[in-house]
Nanobody, 126 residues
């Protein structure tokens, strides 16, 4: 399976920053649209961001625009999510996901993802 692995979560105070990483195991992330999602207790999974080299596109949820930045390092086969100005409502398990072939063209923040990591916990609290 095209399963990514997330790491970089942790505990941070409001206003702080974290950088999450999404690394590939046995495949090249640059061939796919890569999405970041999050899910807080009692809430549905929320799309956060997407990056797709095929269309040179990045997308962000309105809730994180101006605070989060998605990027990739092809040499390291890794996609990053830089999270700045973190708020308590950003607390969630964050997942990296590999998109379906259609997602390469559209870079959606939605359900068009086939393979998911196990998640990394981000807690924003004072």
């Amino acid at each position: 399976q095209l399963q990514p692995v997330e790491f970089g979560g942790g505990l941070v105070q409001p206003g702080g920053s974290l950088r999450l990483s999404c690394a590939a195991s046995g495949f090249t992330l640059d061939y796919y649209a890569i999405g970041w999602f999050r899910q807080a207790p009692g809430k549905e999974r929320e799309g956060v961001s997407c990056i797709s080299s095929s269309v040179g596109n990045t997308n962000y949820a309105d809730s994180v625009k101006g605070r989060f930045t998605i990027s990739r390092d092809n040499a390291k086969n890794t996609v990053y999510l830089q999270m700045n100005s973190l708020k308590p409502e950003d607390t969630a398990v964050y997942y990296c996901a590999v998109g379906s072939p259609l997602a390469v063209a559209t870079c959606p923040i939605g359900e068009e993802y086939d393979y998911w990591g196990h998640g990394t916990q981000v807690t924003v609290s004072s």
